[in-house]
């Protein structure tokens, strides 16, 4: 695919970012001092208010049909839409974007009744519904399939009961998608079932969990005798390990072109940064091994852009996302900590300094993203999970012993 523009892409792209230009938070576009909203509270409000903005001018759900209020828009207008809003979700609303719009969205377009299409899609693409993941458990991360919570049907409704964990932005989310045990007794992939859970549902009790960077980002969720209709079932009883395939294979392949864009803004904030730090009197955009290093993280970023690209053009083709979406996620993740890494040996030991007095060259922003980046390698499965995926299923490597012993 050609990723150069066509007069009309250009004319798309001149016409977006004139657009952004007054819909965007203010403050936030070509300003590297920008300081982002406070708390989830807030950042939840700017996400309504932009996505909300974004829907009316028809820029939202651009890979989406019009008929569930996407804009059914071309590669080329999702690449320029999602390069240009991707540093804007992530360092003002929080990332708040990625569950609603880039897992649950098109989980429910792929796998969801017309009912619950045409229920779930426009308000989750114009920002009233803001959605978390229910997967995780204490005894199921990477071993997914292993959980435990339990739905079990009466008449036309599913009654649940369990603990859910590390359920990103829950403390705000409107609903969940969520996987649970619905048969004990057949092999345990084959006993899950999805489910789109209103969060206001009496037996839902939400504790946040604060990340090492002291945001409380993520939470337990516990659900006591939570009574759900049956027509809030995706795919059906039975179905839960594929659909949640369909969320986990979009969770790893899609976001790839928003974030390599978000870490080039970082990336020019560390440049700047580099400029401003003085190394043996000099600025350390002088020294030969940090020039090396920043040279090298910018090679990757691209390699990153270009790998997203890859994956944007096989969706427009109509592939559904493969194992090989564990390619992009294990970089980016290496990639983001080594980025936010050089910041923090540039600004020495004034980064671990929180109080804004003491903040030379914006160490607290550096410090948080420096702590926050250590959960990529962790988050959408662990570096060692996407390893095991590209060695078999990308690779067609043997399984691993251990593994294989366990299995038979
Ligand atoms: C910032 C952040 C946000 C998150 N948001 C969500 C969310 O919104 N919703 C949600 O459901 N979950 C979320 N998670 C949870 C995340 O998906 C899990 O933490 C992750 O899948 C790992 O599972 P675990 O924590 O149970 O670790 P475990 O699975 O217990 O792994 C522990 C260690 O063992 C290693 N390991 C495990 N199995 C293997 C194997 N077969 N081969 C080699 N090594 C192995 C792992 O790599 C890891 O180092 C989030 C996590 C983070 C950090």
Redesign the pocket.
Known sequence: MDFHYTEEEKAFKEKFDSWLMSNAPEGYLGNMDYEPPEDWEQMAAEYRKFQRSLFNAGYAGINFPKAYGGAEGTVMENIIVSEATGPIYFHTMGGLHV?SLGLAAPTILAWGSEEQKQTFLPPTLSGEIIW?????EPN?????ANLNTRATRIGNEYVIEGQ???????HIADWCILVVRTDPNVPKHKGLSYFLVDMKLPGIEVNPIK?IAGDP??NEIFFEEVRIPEDMRVGQEGDGWKVALTTLGHERYVGEVALASTFLREYEELVELARTVKLNGAPASKDPLIRQRLAQIFVELMVMRYNGYRNMSKLAKGEMPGPEGSIGKLFWSELHQRLTEVAVDLIGPYHQLNDPIYRPYHSTRWIQRFL?AK??T????????QK?IIGERVLGLPK?A??AKKKS
């Open positions: 569950i978390c993941q229910g997967f995780s199921a991360g990477s071993d997914l859910k964990v590390w359920s990103s932005f829950a990340n980002e993520f926050r959960g990529n962790i988050e959408q499965g662990t570096s060692e999970i095991n691993d251990a593994r």
